[in-house]
């Protein structure tokens, strides 16, 4: 069963790191884009996301 309590808070923050990025300058469009960057911030906000929810 999906968690959509769970999905809402990924998505929210994958937003806000997109949002961040893009003011920065940093997404895709620029020399000193990183996707691998961005990869790691959304995939260390999802890890911590989900060990805050084992730990309930």
């Given amino acids: ?3 959509y309590i ?3 808070k ?3 923050a994958v937003k806000k790191i997109i949002k961040d990025k ?6 895709a469009t620029t020399p ?3 996707i691998g960057c961005l990869a790691d ?4 906000e ?5 060990k805050d ?3 309930e």
């Fill in 22 to 27: 893009i003011e920065d300058e940093e997404l």
């Fill in 6 to 8: 769970m999905l809402y």
């Fill in 41 to 44: 911030d959304l995939s260390w």
């Fill in 10 to 12: 990924i998505r929210k």
């Fill in 46 to 50: 999802i890890y911590y996301l989900i």
């Fill in 1 to 3: 069963m999906v968690n």
């Fill in 53 to 55: 929810k084992d730990k």
């Fill in 32 to 34: 000193k884009s990183c």
